[in-house]
């Protein structure tokens, strides 16, 4: 672990799929990262930014700045119920509804090279290269977007992946920035599920961050829209597929997976192809060990303070 803390901005959609809560959860159990900014992207950007002040709050990290990103929905998404009476304004920290600007100001106003981890459809961060490209010269990009040789749940095939498809334009001009840029693609991330001892450790664990998740784990898998896809036995028994989480471990490390120097084309159908006419992306395209990985997120979330 380096002695000098990696500054850290985290861009998420966080309240439509629960793994962008796990990996809020995992960021702020990470003692190689100094979270800067929180930013919330797509939808109802309002609801995202109640949850994740509510999840700072409650867990004690309530001095981490959260800007919000512009609203393109009044969807609330699965989650809303975890913050029906949660009142914004009671956050003890600082909210920014001019997301793009202090975006721009934390990463041209840091001291060394920022990581920028991108988490959903990358509008908020496309916004905030037009609004200063200079942003560039001083942040490195890591996200969890594409596919490139695998899709979801480990299927041989290259699917559009839901954070390209969420935002095509806004990925292909992050792609296009002069930035370094590393992304899991489900190549990585589309099979990250806890189960057996795993997901028992993390049950049976009850710190402010565990407990957090499991809430709205519990309103999560509950709620219409996501029962009618999972049964109670599987809820019980294993996580939903984590996706995010992948992203999370990139900012600080890269040892438990195989990284790729690709050229990357963003079609507009939203396909990440390999390709001539692509930008230079570094690929985590496959695991030394994924187990190792599964143990890391559970014994971040249950035994580090």
């Known amino acids: 672990m380096n002695a000098t803390k990696i500054p850290v901005i985290l861009d998420t959609d966080i309240g439509?799929?629960?793994d962008d809560t796990w990996a809020l959860g995992l960021l702020l159990k990470c003692p190689e990262l100094d979270v800067k900014l929180i930013t919330t992207t797509t939808g109802?950007?309002?609801?995202?930014?109640?949850?994740?002040?509510?999840?700072?709050?409650t867990t004690g990290f309530y001095d981490i700045a959260i800007g919000m990103g512009v609203p393109d929905s009044s969807y609330k998404g699965p989650q809303a119920p975890w913050v029906k009476n949660y009142d914004l304004s009671q956050y003890p920290g600082n909210i920014y509804e001019n997301c793009k600007e202090v975006l721009c100001s934390t990463i041209i106003k840091s001291s060394v090279p920022i990581t920028l981890i991108g988490t959903g459809p990358l509008g908020n961060i496309a916004e905030a290269l037009k609004f200063n490209s200079k942003i560039a010269q001083n942040a490195r990009f890591v996200g969890m977007c594409g596919s490139i040789r695998f899709g979801y749940?480990?299927?041989?095939?290259?699917?559009?992946?839901?954070n390209v498809m969420g935002n095509i334009k806004a990925c292909k001009e992050?792609?296009?920035a002069e930035w370094e840029k590393t992304i899991t693609p489900l190549d990585t991330c589309g099979n990250i599920v806890l189960s057996g001892k795993n997901f028992e450790q993390f049950i049976n664990n009850d710190n402010p961050i565990v407990n957090s998740i499991k809430e709205n784990y519990?309103?999560?898998?509950?709620?219409?829209?996501?029962?009618?896809?999972?049964?109670?036995?599987?809820?019980?028994?294993?996580?939903?597929?984590?996706?995010?989480?992948?992203?999370?471990?990139?900012?600080?490390?890269?040892?438990?997976?195989?990284?790729?120097?690709?050229?990357?084309?963003?079609?507009d159908t939203g396909l990440t192809m390999i390709s001539d006419n692509g930008n230079e992306i570094?690929?985590?395209?496959?695991?030394?060990?994924v187990q190792a990985f599964k143990d890391l997120i559970v014994n971040r979330l249950t035994n580090y303070s």
């Open 16 to 18: 439509l799929d629960i």
């Open 44 to 57: 109802n950007t309002l609801i995202k930014t109640k949850i994740v002040a509510k999840f700072l709050e």
């Open 153 to 162: 749940e480990g299927k041989p095939e290259q699917i559009a992946e839901y």
């Open 174 to 176: 992050v792609f296009q």
């Open 218 to 267: 519990e309103i999560w898998a509950n709620s219409p829209s996501i029962r009618r896809l999972i049964n109670s036995n599987t809820k019980e028994n294993r996580s939903s597929i984590l996706f995010d989480t992948v992203a999370i471990y990139l900012a600080f490390s890269e040892d438990l997976l195989n990284v790729e120097n690709l050229k990357i084309e963003v079609t």
């Open 282 to 289: 570094r690929c985590a395209t496959s695991w030394k060990d």
